[in-house]
């Protein structure tokens, strides 16, 4: 059985940094396609940050300069370091794995796709 866990959310000012941890059990994600989604409050789902198979990685045009996915296969946990925070990040990071689209149904439960339970990022102005 496939277990995302996210940790490290939390509420800073605007132009803090926080880095999310998402930690895997029964799944190994160096390999595969991982990132981290955002879900806004009242909007639906976007991914923000995203690691291909091959270890390339991808970002929103309006995180590329602030946030960094990365990797660590050892401990076979995925970060995202978000600096410059802005009060528009807030929301429900979810780290997300296997099948996953630029955009998607928050949590939606499908074959060979796998979702954290979330962590709460808050920046207030």
């Known amino acids: 059985e496939v277990h995302l866990v996210e940790s490290g959310g939390g509420s800073v000012q605007a132009g803090g940094s926080l880095r999310l941890a998402c930690t895997a059990s029964?799944?190994?994600?160096?390999?595969?396609?991982v990132g981290w989604v955002r879900q806004r409050p009242g909007e639906e789902c976007y991914m923000v940050s995203r690691?291909?198979?091959?270890?390339?990685?991808d970002s929103l045009m309006s995180v590329e300069d602030r946030f960094t996915i990365s990797l660590d296969s050892a401990k076979n946990t995925l970060y995202l370091q978000m600096n410059h925070l802005e009060p528009d990040d807030t929301g429900r990071y979810y780290c997300?794995?296997?099948?996953?689209?630029?955009?998607?149904?928050?949590?939606?439960?499908?074959?060979?796709?796998?979702w954290g339970q979330g962590t709460q990022v808050t920046v207030s102005s």
């Open positions: 029964g799944f190994t994600f160096d390999g595969a396609d």
């Open positions: 690691r291909y198979e091959g270890g390339d990685t």
């Open positions: 997300a794995a296997g099948k996953i689209l630029w955009s998607m149904p928050c949590l939606e439960p499908r074959s060979g796709r796998f």
